[in-house]
């Protein structure tokens, strides 16, 4: 317990030192450490994250999107290195491009849905990356349809 207290401090220090230098490099391992480590409560897990996702910087849908784009350009790139040894097709390469970013979006759902970001929100976060990276509206159907599989498998 107090260990998770300890950490709970430290994870709303870092939420606000985001919120006062956008700082990235620390987004992406703090959403999933928040998501990881957790102590039992009335034997239930409570999460870090429920320490955190009140803090200002989580509420902002220009944070989400500079974290979502930010993943998704770290996929890209590792892509992009990976063909550079095993090239592919053009349409091949666009194929896996689209199925990296679906595969992001669906995670990305996910924590957007741990941390209890309303619809409009979400949407608001959505819409212009998913605008951006020209993503369907069959798409998104499947996106959404696979994110729902998996949040029921989940329950």
């Known amino acids: 317990q107090a260990q998770f207290e300890i950490c709970s401090k430290i994870f709303c220090k870092a939420s606000d030192f985001l919120l ?3 700082n990235r490099n620390i987004y992406y391992p703090l959403i999933i450490l928040s998501q990881t480590f957790y102590k039992k409560l009335k034997g239930e897990k409570y999460y870090l994250q429920n320490e955190i996702r ?3 910087i989580f509420t902002q849908e220009k944070f989400w999107i500079d974290f979502i784009e930010s993943t998704i350009n770290e996929d890209l790139n590792v892509f992009e290195d990976q063909t550079k040894k ?3 097709t053009e349409e091949n390469k666009n194929l896996k491009k689209l199925e ?4 992001k979006f669906i995670s990305v759902i996910l924590c957007l849905k741990e941390f209890k970001l309303g619809k409009d929100l979400v949407n ?3 819409n212009p990356i998913m605008d951006k990276y020209n993503i369907n509206e069959n798409k998104r159907k499947e996106i959404f349809s696979k994110f729902d599989s998996l949040k029921n498998k989940l329950k």
């Not at 990296?100 to 595969?103: M, T, V, Y």
């Open 124 to 126: 608001g976060i959505l």
């Open 86 to 88: 095993y090239p592919l």
């Open 54 to 56: 009140e803090k200002e």
């Open 20 to 22: 006062e230098h956008n």
């Open 100 to 103: 990296i970013i679906s595969n």
